[in-house]
């Protein structure tokens, strides 16, 4: 008989819970509208609804022309090596590197998955709550056990939590700033986490794939700028750029044998990325002037909505949120809301079915690990002021009713 059961490290690899979510959102909001004329506001979403700058997209198209269609030189094309060696020079603060210590990838999500691979059985850890992908797609993937560091309940730090995980895995995940939370760590923050590492000999997993989104003139601090040989950073051009198809990404160490490594599991899955988008990433970051302009009007918009739901929010009574300092996310925690009489896996998701009836979808706190199970994830990424506001008055109605 044919089998169909394959390596466990492919078969424990679980659907993201957020596309699962969107699917019932799919499938409920005909039926929603029909009955009450009203649409579904979905701040479930981690996509972005701004398009890509036109010089970006101007430049991919200029590098088709130029015939840059041959395959990519192994671990990423010159040019955008050296666009990126600058960025982290001029935006990151990070000296002495080279374009020896960068590999180009497809997305963060390449570069993160590159990274867990080489813990492959080993333990690994991180903050929870933490990016349900983590949990769901890398860890299984990596066959790693993730032992969860909790955050406190208002997103603070407790370091003797996080220096007992630290302790025991090989690879701790940071990521700042932080999907679920939209916690920005502070530049002590990240300097103690990545020493208490260096003190165990653990490699620290830097992911920031929203460093340019933060507000009120708050900035992101990256490790890449400390001289250690434990850290690596994953980025991405997703979010900064609108940019989430194109799946652009490198990461950065200052351990040369892991980019070399890195540089062969890369060219064994994809053999390089797509040559001519190296060739518009590199315009991406190079054209300063252009990136300024695409920048600013973005996080003038984010800084709208962000102010908008956390302001809708912050006014239901009961409601426990801390305003985030970056990211496109808020993470609330609705635990008031859930009568006691409910419980186990219905807990997890009380609020959330009550709100999805009223459509309004969000992702429930469950998908980002052991912790924060109240919580209910949102997400202003793809939701506009307006449908911000229609999406809180309509919380308020469902939760007061
Ligand atoms: N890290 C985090 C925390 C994310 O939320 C995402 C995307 N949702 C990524 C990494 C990866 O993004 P990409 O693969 O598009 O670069």
């Known amino acids: 008989m ?18 699962s979510i969107s699917e019932e959102v799919r499938s409920k909001e005909n039926l929603f509208k029909n009955a009450t004329g009203k649409d579904f506001i979905k701040f479930q979403r981690g996509e972005i609804d701004f398009a890509t700058p ?8 200029n590098a088709m022309d130029e015939g840059k269609t041959k395959y990519p030189k192994s671990g990423g094309e010159q040019v955008f090596k050296e666009a990126i060696l600058r960025k982290l020079e001029r935006f990151n603060k990070a000296e ?9 990838t497809y997305g963060g999500q390449e570069a993160l998955e590159l990274v867990f691979k080489l813990f492959h059985g080993e333990k690994t850890g991180g903050f929870a709550p933490v990016w349900s992908c983590i ?10 056990n993730f032992i969860q560091a909790p955050l406190g309940k208002d997103f603070s730090v407790d370091f003797d939590k996080v220096e007992e995980v630290i302790k025991e895995v090989s690879l701790f995940y940071l990521n700042t700033p932080q999907n679920p939370t939209g916690k920005l760590f502070t530049k002590e923050e990240v300097v103690k986490i990545a020493e208490l590492c260096a003190k165990y000999d653990t490699f620290l997993l830097s992911d920031e794939a929203y460093e340019r989104i933060t507000y009120d003139g708050k900035s992101h601090f990256s490790p890449v700028s400390l001289m250690l040989e434990n850290t690596i950073s994953a980025f991405t051009l ?8 194109w799946r652009l990404g490198y990461l950065v160490t200052r351990n040369k044998h892991i980019t070399e490594l890195a540089k062969l599991t890369d060219y064994t899955q994809t053999a390089g990325v797509t040559t001519f988008l190296q060739y518009a990433g590199a315009e991406a970051l190079n054209n300063v002037e252009e990136e300024k302009k695409a920048v600013t009007a973005m996080l003038k918009e984010y800084s709208l909505r962000r102010e908008a739901l956390y302001n809708g929010l912050k006014e239901i009574d009961g409601l426990e949120i801390t305003k985030p300092d970056g990211a496109l996310y808020m993470f609330p925690d ?12 219905q807990r ?8 999805m009836e009223n459509g309004v979808a969000v992702v ?3 998908c980002f690990g052991e912790y924060f199970t109240g919580n209910l994830r949102f997400s202003f990424s793809g939701v506009n002021v307006d449908q911000i506001n229609r999406g809180v008055a309509r919380i308020r109605e469902t939760l007061q009713r």
């Open 2 to 19: 044919l089998r169909n059961n394959f390596h466990p490290a492919m078969e424990n690899i679980k659907l993201s819970p957020i596309v």
């Open 54 to 61: 036109a010089y970006i997209v101007d430049a991919a198209k």
């Open 96 to 104: 002495g590197l080279t374009t020896d210590n960068i590999i180009v």
């Open 135 to 144: 949990i769901e797609n890398m860890v299984p993937y990596a066959e790693t």
């Open 238 to 245: 997703s979010k900064t750029y609108s940019m989430t198809g």
């Open 334 to 345: 609705f635990s008031a809301f859930i009568p006691e009489s409910i419980k186990g896996r």
């Open 348 to 355: 997890e998701v009380y609020v959330y079915n009550q709100l």
């Open 364 to 366: 429930y706190g469950s």
